[in-house]
Nanobody, 117 residues
């Protein structure tokens, strides 16, 4: 599945952004979709995921500040980010994995989020 992210940008600490990830086919074909961050000099890390049942999972550093959601009719997953901190700076990647009709684990090209202090 092809994934296209958008919504990144430069924001001041305490601000908000909403990221979008549009999939090339029904997101219900995916077992799970999510967002990951790659900060400068660090490995890619979990931000949030949402599975096919709608169950959400968050990385510890974003709990209470970020919300993942989806619109099945638009094949889109969102990440609402609030109370942004400089340490939230990085490239945010959308991910989708599943097994229909065969196993896949795909990534978008990423969108840059920069939080200034």
């Amino acid at each position: 599945v092809q994934l296209v992210e958008s919504g990144g940008g430069l924001v001041q600490a305490g601000g908000s952004l909403r990221l979008s990830c549009v999939a090339s086919r029904s997101i219900q074909d995916s077992e799970s979709m999510g967002w990951y961050i790659q900060a400068p000099g660090k490995e890619r890390a979990l931000v949030a995921t949402i599975d096919r049942t709608g169950r959400e999972n968050y990385g510890d550093s974003v709990k209470g500040r970020f919300t993942i959601s989806r619109d099945v009719s638009k094949n889109t997953v969102y990440l609402q980010m609030r109370s942004l901190k400089p340490e939230d700076t990085g490239v945010y990647y959308c991910n989708a994995w599943g097994a229909k009709p065969q196993y896949f684990n795909d990534w978008g090209q990423g969108t840059q989020v920069t939080v200034s202090s």
